[in-house]
């Protein structure tokens, strides 16, 4: 299995030259198996239209799971040619708070006069499946699909494996929803547990530190440290840093990951346009 991390940065797209390194386009992991092949997408943000790139041109030819429905975890969706195409098989499936279908929530912002067309106007063969959680099987990959706390609509998280490699993908993360925990980063409740548990690598919410906790807390994400006690107390090998805040420069992530360098497990920051081989 092989990770590519095409988005990491998180809530709106960030261009300029302090974000160039670590990257500016918002959530999208495309996963590899062994054979080469690319079925695979964890999140639709901006960072979705390099999948093209990372096909050679081709069309895309697999499934999409959606963490949520936020704006930067669904806007590349047209703006990708590797979905957006003739021949392309695009299977949808992502979280619906009230049972609504999928295509219908994405609809609200996704069509006029919001924007020029609507997901029924997206070319190729789309599905759309409201996903819920419990195991499946999806493209290959055993999945584990479980809420977790996010501010603004319901959330998931997934838990991926290919039988020899798993990783989890906790993108969006609000624990302090659940109180404090023993450290006032959130609580370590046991959907977070579930996922990560034994993982190659965990891919978690970080886009605050600790510190910003106390005025920015209830925006519904993370603290880069709880990412890291997360994968400490699940066992994980790798920690890797993502949805980074939109301010975050290149050099900030640098000195957040440099916090841990005593950490018990790997830490490493997510980079747009790098690969994890596992």
């Known amino acids: 299995m092989r990770i590519h991390f095409l988005g990491v940065r998180g809530s709106t ?9 670590i990257g500016g386009h918002t959530s999208c992991v495309a996963i590899e198996r062994d054979d080469g092949t690319i079925p695979l997408v964890l999140d639709a943000g901006t960072g979705l239209r390099a ?39 695009v299977d949808v499936f992502g979280p619906s708070d009230d049972g609504r ?13 919001n924007f020029p067309i609507g997901p029924d106007g997206l070319r190729g063969k789309w599905t759309w499946t409201t996903i819920t ?48 925990g023993p450290e006032g980063w959130g609580e370590y409740h046991d959907a977070a547990m579930a996922l990560a548990d034994g993982t190659d690598v965990l891919i978690h919410d970080a886009q605050y530190t600790a510190e910003e906790l106390a005025t920015r807390g209830g925006f519904g994400h993370s603290a880069a440290e709880y990412a ?6 699940s066992g994980v090998r790798t920690v890797a840093l993502f949805h980074h805040d939109p301010a975050r420069t290149d050099d900030e992530v640098d000195a957040i990951v ?21």
């Open 13 to 21: 797209p960030t261009p300029g030259a302090e974000f160039v390194r």
């Open 51 to 89: 999948l093209s790139r990372l096909l050679d041109g081709a069309a895309f030819q697999g499934s999409v799971l959606l963490g949520h429905l936020h704006w930067d975890h669904t806007h590349g969706f047209p703006f990708s040619r590797a979905t957006d195409d003739p021949d392309a098989r």
């Open 101 to 113: 279908p999928v295509d219908t929530l994405l609809a609200e912002a996704m069509s006029p006069p």
């Open 133 to 180: 959680d419990g195991r499946q099987t999806v493209e290959g990959f055993e999945v584990l699909v479980r809420e977790i706390p996010h501010k603004g609509g319901k959330t998931v998280g997934y838990r991926i494996s290919d039988g020899r490699h798993a990783i989890a993908y906790l993108s969006d993360h609000m624990p302090q929803a659940f109180g404090p």
């Open 228 to 233: 890291v006690a997360l994968g400490e107390r």
């Open 258 to 278: 440099a916090r841990f360098e005593s950490a018990a497990v790997e830490v490493t920051a997510a980079v747009e346009g790098t690969a994890l081989q596992l």
